[in-house]
């Protein structure tokens, strides 16, 4: 079994992406970094060819991937964009919000460093397959599900632990 990471800010069609890249061979999931609970249950499923985790808490992940022999993607995305999005959550601390969003970008400029592929985000539907290909090497790219998802809005219900 192999294993594959790719890393984003919020709002960076994450959730999305983690769900598209699911198949019968495929097991992946969203925010496995950021949870409470151990992860330890997720990276021990068996009777997939790979397993993966789409995250957007870059500060707990990177220091981790930093030393493991698996492909990471990065997802980069403007983060004035994602900050302006996230701002408008009701309730929002956004002095606690720019702080975290500051750790996460700086994170994932370090990640930079280590990825197999940085992906603009504004060029994610067109670098798609090349992603694909990337995480899950021996798979073909399914234009139809491409196609099915493409136009699909994806959101988690709690958001990166909701650090802010």
Not at 59 to 88: F, G, M, Q, W
Request: proline fraction near 4%.
């Amino acid at each position: 079994m192999s294993n594959f990471f790719v890393l984003g800010l919020p709002r960076s069609r994450t959730t999305w992406l983690s769900a598209f890249l699911i198949t019968d061979r495929v097991f992946c999931e969203h925010d496995v970094f950021s949870r409470d609970e151990s992860s330890e249950e997720f990276w021990g499923l068996e009777g997939y060819d790979y397993l993966g985790s789409v995250d957007t808490n870059a500060v707990l992940a990177t220091p981790y991937l930093r030393d493991v022999d698996a492909p990471l993607v990065i997802i980069e995305r403007d983060h004035r964009a994602v900050y302006k999005s996230l701002a408008n959550i009701p309730h929002t601390d956004r002095g606690k919000l720019k702080k975290w969003l500051t750790e996460q970008v700086d994170a994932l400029e370090e990640a930079k460093k280590f990825a197999n592929l940085v992906v603009p985000y504004n060029k994610l539907d067109d670098m798609l397959e090349e992603l694909s290909y990337v995480c899950t090497p021996d798979i073909s790219f399914d234009e139809v599900k491409h196609a099915a998802f493409k136009n699909f809005n994806i959101q988690t219900p709690g958001l990166c632990g909701k650090a802010f």
